[in-house]
């Protein structure tokens, strides 16, 4: 470079400046610097020379803007900028990095685009203290050679991946952040990544992909808070990772698959809710010195021809089993220390080979076990300490077992085939019996740690267990046993697993020694109470016979404590419960009884009699399954019928459950079936037009399998815009007589929810929208007609599921007896769900009706409830007279705020009274002359209009009366042409009726 370096000013102000940056850059040579004031450049920049630009001022103070084009695109040997931020959106590529070498130093790229920087063919990007955002796409994409460098960078609100590596390009990133994206790496087709000293967080995908025989290196470097898988090796890929941590991940940690492998040296993973390390399908892991703790299943995972190797590792806790080796897999474990398992500490299975070579087992459920057509070895290992057996080969394959130390183990601290010795160092020559059944109930133990979710759940019967254990450790040591109560309470919501639990529990206690068969009888009230005196107990001690020996289940048992619901006669639940408490005593230790209901409601059951509580001791709650959960559901069942989710489809299923509303209908596990079920109904329509579809095809689930969500945060419909219905009922509605007052409301509402539901479909905040309604006014005027259009406007904007509307009155909400109104409200209200629950005359249950206690007021406050609980399912409309609805509105605090829109409906006016005339006499076959009308609109003039004044129900009254007339006049007419049996006259308009006499 030959010359004087110049420097030329930008500023959209100040003299002697270029007005533009482009003109700044036609005007410099080679290593001129060009110095942005601050400002704001709606301009797409073309470096086609060796410059330098620099903002000046503060962050943020010079903004380059462009829509469509690119922002910034370099094509020249070497660029530097520093200090400038870069806008755009509505295009490609913000930064377009065609050749040469460009590098920016304290930037700022915020996109809306689909990739923020690219580098092309052999380019160079450095980037220091850059900060990259893009809500349109991908943050950094380097491929064909290009190389990007980054130091001190963050990139946050990415829309898809922060960084991209293929065909051959590379990309290191030192000392950087990546949060806030569904993906943080993705490195393909030999694409490259490095990452030292890095933080990865809040992703709401799998953050690091590597896959095509990419590459990954990282060290030092923490990924966390991620919404799925950590890392994901596939496709003949080899990420090696250094010294790093993983954390807080809601699958599993590590995924190596399709022949890939992994290197993880130093690395330690915590939290994670899948399996820390899983290696499948003929993929290689390779794992020296790492640590494992607390993860939600088991820790580490061969199978499916997969192979691990681990080597001075070390697992603390968990759900699960330590290390876990199933089908052809094969694992070596050498040196390593597992502690605290909630199953085995390393079990073998299927065909897998397990062989162990030093190290120590130690505080789990079970020590080392080999299972099925399992095979291996194990020398040098110390096995101690562990909740059932220590070595246990239960395989038909020869597994040799040398020389280790097993010592103080509950169960046998070996259980060899045929009666083989093995050379065993033991601390205690002096054994127990151990459980009945230790292979069954390690399996039935394995069983309930491979369940979704639950992990309460597990960790309370695992609890149990190994209180049954240690009492009948001490009463071979000849120490008293501690108190146990086996019976259980479980609380939770529907689909949450408790029947399944309920069973594994009682085979669980079969493999104890504690109960003798185990079976489970399911039963409910029906199976329990009769409808006659006696009846009841005799129906309970059968079914409670029928489970002697195992365990009676009994569902929503706290219907037994709610009342029959008649509203009159003896309650014969509470017999059954007397009953029941009898029985439990007379063989407590024959029959473990689980009541099972919703957490609120069986509080009431336990204290229905004082004998339950003290029986029921123990309570466990079943928690909701939270949206990753209910995915790995869907997957098992995916796999249990020979389909398979694509990643995307994952993806899109997460985000179903984590918008699926949580209302009394969400069946947790029943929901994760019926949503599956509803994929494969649409794949089937999907394909039925394609004959060519083959293996595959038939196989795979795409997210366009997955239905809409039933609902929203503004609204609970089917998340479908009707917008053709929608105009056709406004029509309706403005075709209607009069109500110009409640057209305009009732479309004013419809345009807000409706600019609510665009907004939220834009990512934007939402208005707060009570589509509930109060409409006051006088009888016949339209309310119920209205009600009706409102609610299939509701259903056409997606905001309701159904919109049908259910009519109530008084009498339909409150009950005779105390209880009785909430049962009636709430059946009521359970018939609007999906639509309109219109409450005609809705101040008579403010209203005070003679003495005694008013139930109206419960039913009012039964209503505020279930509105809070089912805000999004249904719209309440309250009707009645303009005054008596504040009394209404007054009765409960929760009332105003959730009507908080009222519609006023006024009486018809003697014109809008004849148009109704008209219209009806039309629907009929009749027709009114000019004189007719005439005579109507005298009629409607001259009525003297009270409180009770029907106005439409009365113009209909008239026409009644005006036809019966016409019949009268009509019927001696021998020969009647078609204008006497149709056209009304005059005389046929009946008179006003006189007002009544004043007293």
């Not at 095979?375 to 038909?396: Q, T, W, Y």
């Not at 190994?466 to 040591?477: K, N």
């Amino acid at each position: 470079m030959t010359g004087v370096r110049s420097m030329l000013g930008v500023s959209p102000t100040e003299p002697d400046c270029y007005r533009t940056i482009g003109d700044a850059i036609s005007a410099a040579r080679d290593g001129d610097v060009i110095s942005v004031r601050p400002g704001v450049y709606p301009e797409s920049i073309v470096l086609d020379r060796d410059v330098t630009l620099s903002g000046s001022g503060s962050a943020g103070d010079v903004r380059v803007e462009s829509v469509g084009e690119a922002v910034l695109r370099v094509a020249v040997e070497h660029v530097e900028v520093s200090g400038i931020e870069f806008a755009h959106r509505d295009g490609e590529v913000a930064v377009d990095l065609r050749a040469g070498a460009l590098r920016l130093d304290e930037c700022v790229i915020t996109a809306d685009s689909e990739v923020a920087v690219v580098a092309r063919k052999d380019a160079q990007f450095r980037a220091d203290g850059t900060t990259v955002r893009n809500k349109g796409g991908a943050g950094v994409l380097v491929f064909d050679g290009a190389r990007a460098e980054l130091s001190g960078c963050t990139l946050t609100e990415v829309a898809t991946t922060a960084v991209v590596a293929r065909s051959s390009g590379s990309a290191a990133l030192t000392d950087c952040a990546v949060t806030d994206a569904k993906g943080a790496v993705l490195a393909a087709d030999r694409g490259v990544v490095e990452l030292r000293e890095c933080r990865v967080r809040d992703i709401t995908g799998t953050a690091i992909v590597v896959e095509e025989h990419g590459a990954l290196v990282a060290t030092g470097t923490e990924i966390s808070d991620v919404d799925g898988v950590a890392l994901l090796s596939a496709g003949g890929s080899r990420p090696v990772l250094r010294d790093c941590r993983v954390r807080d991940t809601t699958a599993q940690a590590i995924v190596v698959v399709q022949s890939a492998s992994v290197e993880l040296d130093r690395v330690t993973v915590d939290s994670a809710r899948g399996h820390a390390v899983q290696v499948l399908d003929g993929a290689t892991g390779d794992l020296s010195e790492c640590v494992f703790t607390g993860t939600g299943h088991d820790a580490v995972v061969a199978g499916e021809d997969g192979t691990i190797r681990l080597a001075g590792c070390e697992i603390n806790g968990g759900s699960g089993n330590g290390v876990v080796v199933e089908r052809q897999a094969r694992a070596t474990v050498t040196d390593c220390r597992v502690v605290g398992a909630a199953s085995a500490g390393l079990t073998a299975r299927d065909q897998g080979r397990l062989v162990v070579e030093g190290g120590e087992v130690r505080e789990c459920q079970s020590g080392v076990t080999w299972h099925g057509h399992a095979d291996g070895s194990i020398a040098g290992c110390a096995v101690r300490d562990n909740l059932g057996d220590g070595i246990a080969v239960l395989s038909d394959q020869d597994v040799e077992v040398g020389d280790n130390v097993v010592e103080r183990n509950l169960g046998d601290d070996a259980q060899l085939p045929g009666g083989a010795t093995p050379s065993l160092r033991t601390g205690s020559e002096e054994k127990g019996h151990g459980p009945k059944d230790a292979e069954e109930l390690v399996d039935l133990l394995g069983e309930l740690s491979g369940l979704v979710g639950l992990d309460g759940v597990k960790r309370e019967v695992e609890t149990l267990v190994r209180l049954h254990q240690m009492s009948e450790r001490r009463a071979r040591a000849g120490l008293p046993s501690p108190p146990l109560s086996r019976h259980l309470v479980f609380t939770g919501a529907p689909g949450t697993g408790k029947t399944t639990v309920a069973r594994l529990y009682g085979r669980i206690l079969t493999a104890l020694g504690v109960l003798r068969s185990g079976q489970l009888v399911e039963v409910a009230r029906p199976d329990l109470v009769a409808s006659v005196v006696g009846g009841t107990a005799i129906k309970t001690t059968e079914m409670f016979t029928k489970a002697v020996g195992g365990v009676l289940f009994i569902d929503e048992a706290y219907t037994l404590s709610a009342g029959n619901g008649s509203g009159g006669g003896p309650d014969f639940g509470r017999e059954a419960i007397d009953t029941l408490v009898k029985l439990m005593e007379d063989h407590r230790d024959e029959v473990v009884v689980i009541v099972a209901g919703y957490t609120n409601d069986m509080r009431s059951f336990l204290a229905a009699n004082p004998g339950l509580s003290s029986r029921f001791s123990r309570t466990i709650e079943f928690a909701d399954y939270s949206s990753a959960e209910l995915v790995t559901i869907v997957e098992g069942l995916c796999r249990g019928h020979d389909y398979r989710l694509e990643f995307e489809t994952r993806a899109a299923l997460h985000t179903y459950f984590t918008n699926l509303p949580r209302d009394a209908a969400f069946g947790n596990g029943r929901t994760a079936r019926k949503v599956f079920e509803e994929m494969l109904g649409r794949q089937a329509y999907r394909l039925a037009d394609d004959p060519e579809a083959g293996h595959v095809a038939l196989t795979r689930l795409m997210p366009d399998d997955l239905g809409p969500l039933p609902g929203s945060s503004v609204g609970a419909g089917a998340g479908r815009v009707d917008e053709e219905r929608i105009e056709q009922l406004l029509a309706t509605l403005r075709g209607l007589v009069g109500l110009d007052e409640v057209k305009a409301e009732v479309s004013d509402m419809v345009d807000l929810l409706a600019s609510a539901r665009r907004r939220q479909a834009m990512g934007l905040p939402a208005p707060s929208v009570s589509r509930h309604l109060i409409f006051a006014g006088p009888p016949g005027t339209g309310k119920t007609t209205v009600a009706r259009l409102y609610g299939s406007l509701l259903a056409a904007l997606g905001v309701l599921a159904q919109g049908q509307v259910t009519e109530v009155a008084r009498a339909d909400l409150v009950g005779e007896y105390v209880g009785h109104t909430a049962r009636r409200t709430t059946e009521a209200f359970d018939r609007a769900r999906g639509g309109v629950l219109f409450i005609d005359e809705a101040y008579t249950l403010s209203s005070s009706r003679g003495s005694g206690h008013d139930f109206g007021r419960e039913a009012i406050d039964t209503l505020v409830k279930l509105m809070e609980d089912h805000r999004d399912e249904v719209v309440v409309i309250a009707a009645g007279y303009e005054r008596e609805m504040g009394g209404f509105l007054a009765a409960n605090p929760g009332l105003s705020s959730r009507f908080s829109h009222r519609v006023r409906f006024a009486d018809y006016t003697p014109d809008e009274l004849v148009t109704i005339v008209n219209q009806h006499a039309t629907d009929a076959g009749y027709e009114c002359t000019g004189p007719t009308v005439a005579a109507l609109r005298t009629h409607f003039a001259k009525m003297r209009r009270g409180e009770s004044f029907g106005n439409g129900r009365y113009a209909r009254q008239v026409l009644d009366a005006a036809i019966a007339h016409h019949a009268r006049r009509t019927r001696s007419l021998t020969d009647p042409t078609m204008d006497d049996l149709c056209v009304l006259l005059p005389d046929d308009v009946p008179a006003p009726p006189r007002p009544d006499p004043v007293p």
